[in-house]
């Protein structure tokens, strides 16, 4: 099963597992390209619909995430704090083959937590221009659901429970150009250093035949080596009403037969200052 575990790492970051560099139209991952010396602080909130297919799998789903700024006092005045905490649940199908066995149809669901800390420092901040770097650390976690049925040649029921996680160190720059007052276009880098994470999975199957039933319950667990992933994109914003769109269309290459998975995102974010 290639493809889940393919589907299992691009489900930790949307944004990262593109299979190589990639290009998109999205939420930054700060809540603005500047900031004003004593602004206050400043939370921004995405509302995501998420799409995936990929050969036997459909999959979609929402998302939710929010993006808090802080301005500090040090650093003459430049550096902030932030903190990203996002929400993704999917759900689907997912239709598996291989020579060994019939045909199967699993029913997916899928949960993503990310959790995010991290300092930015604003470089140049001019009237039309802007360049914010930042860094920090980044935790995110997963958890599945699937469970499938066949009649073929006799019936069998399996199901499945994941989970695991990841850590390391997103950073990256963002800037933002303002032709006019009310627009902002804010094209943005990161490099995500993951260090590694783990992986755990309980399999029970059931099994009816002419002989009896029976069931078979199996435990396995394995570790997520790091790997290094830059991702590049931009951000619309529209400053009079503090709103921003975004769409991502991306695929990732899962190896083998399983061919690739193609994601897709829409996105509104919407920012406040308190």
């Not at 996680?165 to 933002?176: E, I, K, T, V, W």
């Not at 490099?191 to 039933?213: H, K, Y």
Request: charged share 15%; proline share 4%.
């Amino acid at each position: 099963m290639k493809i889940l575990l393919c589907l299992v790492l691009l489900f930790f970051s949307l944004k990262s597992f593109s299979g190589g560099d990639s290009f998109q139209i999205s939420p930054a991952p700060i809540a603005h390209p500047s900031y004003q010396e004593g602004e206050k602080p400043v939370l921004k909130t995405t509302g995501t619909y998420i799409s995936m297919e990929g050969q036997g799998l459909e999959l979609s789903g929402i998302g939710f995430t929010m993006n808090s700024r802080t301005v500090g006092k040090s650093l003459e005045r430049k550096g902030a704090f932030h903190t990203n905490l996002g929400l993704n649940v999917l759900s689907g199908n997912y239709q598996f083959a291989s020579e060994e066995t019939s045909s199967m149809n699993f029913d997916l669901t899928m949960l993503n937590f990310n959790f995010e800390v991290g300092l930015e420092y604003q470089i140049i901040k001019t009237e039309m221009f802007s360049l914010i770097g930042f860094g920090g650390f980044t935790f995110p976690m997963f958890f599945l659901f699937m469970e499938g049925t066949t009649n073929d040649p006799v019936y069998t029921n399996i199901s499945a429970t994941g989970s695991g996680f990841l850590y390391g160190f997103p950073f990256g720059f963002q800037a933002g150009y303002s032709p006019t007052p009310n627009w902002t276009f804010a094209p943005f880098a990161v490099f995500n250093w993951m260090l590694g994470g783990t992986t755990s999975f309980t399999m029970t199957i059931d099994t009816i035949s002419a002989g009896g039933a029976y069931s078979t319950e199996s435990e396995s667990s394995s570790n997520v080596d790091g790997y290094f992933a830059p991702s590049y994109g931009m951000d619309i914003i529209y400053e009079p009403y503090n709103i921003s769109l975004g769409m991502l269309l991306q695929k990732i290459d899962s190896g083998g037969e399983a061919g690739g998975i193609e994601t897709q995102t829409y996105q509104v974010s919407w920012r406040k200052e308190f």
